[in-house]
């Protein structure tokens, strides 16, 4: 696509096919731009789904950033709100960082997260134990406190990770953000299985 702003003939050789503000595949329509020479230049795009505006900074006619940079919030399931509302706020700033492409401290945030909902699972497990499990180290609270194996070797590696995003050598160097959202995602698949399992056991006794 060839087109003129200013006076000064730009070709672009691709356009945005993701909406930043609502993340729907797309084909953007382009409305204006500003030129500072044939090779740098922004264009503004309208999305024809949500009908916002964003801009697209353009490098020798490819494009190298959108803005302005939104993210998907993650939902999660009534029970795992309940038990830890705090784990789900923390965990959607954290994406709200990797959305800005705060990379660094995406990881971190994860990390946080993961430890107040397996730290507030056990506390509603086991709440006469409240203090020690609030005091203890993570690690600890998973070696100490859960019983199920596949429950307990699974919030290991996704603590394993999430360690990683925090020190300053990374002992798993063939694993990323992505595994670590990854395997958070399966610990609270079966904490929720874990707390459904509870509630219709004791709603449907013999």
Known sequence: MGTTIDGIYIEIKNLPNKCPRCHFSISAEYKDGCVKNSNFFDLFF???N???GFIGEYDWGEVKAITPLS????????EIKEISPAFIEIFN??????????????????????E?????????????????IKKIQLSRCINNYINDTKLKQISERAVW??????????????KDIKDLKLLIQV?????????????YLSEMEN
């Not at 993210?71 to 009534?78: G, H, I, S, V």
């Not at 700033?93 to 993961?114: F, M």
């Not at 990770?161 to 063939?174: A, F, P, Q, S, V």
């Open 46 to 48: 309208k999305c024809p």
């Open 161 to 174: 990770l999430g360690n990683d995003e925090t020190h300053y050598i990374r002992k798993w160097e063939d």
């Open 71 to 78: 993210y998907r919030e993650e939902l999660f399931e009534k």
């Open 116 to 132: 107040f909902l397996i730290k507030d699972f056990l506390i509603y497990k086991k709440p006469d134990d409240e203090e020690n």
């Open 93 to 114: 700033q954290s994406l709200e960082a990797e959305s800005q492409n705060l990379n660094q401290l995406t990881g971190i945030g994860l990390r946080k997260a993961l």
């Open 187 to 199: 610990t609270v698949n079966m904490i929720h299985n874990d707390l459904l399992t509870e509630k």
């Open 50 to 52: 949500c009908k916002r």
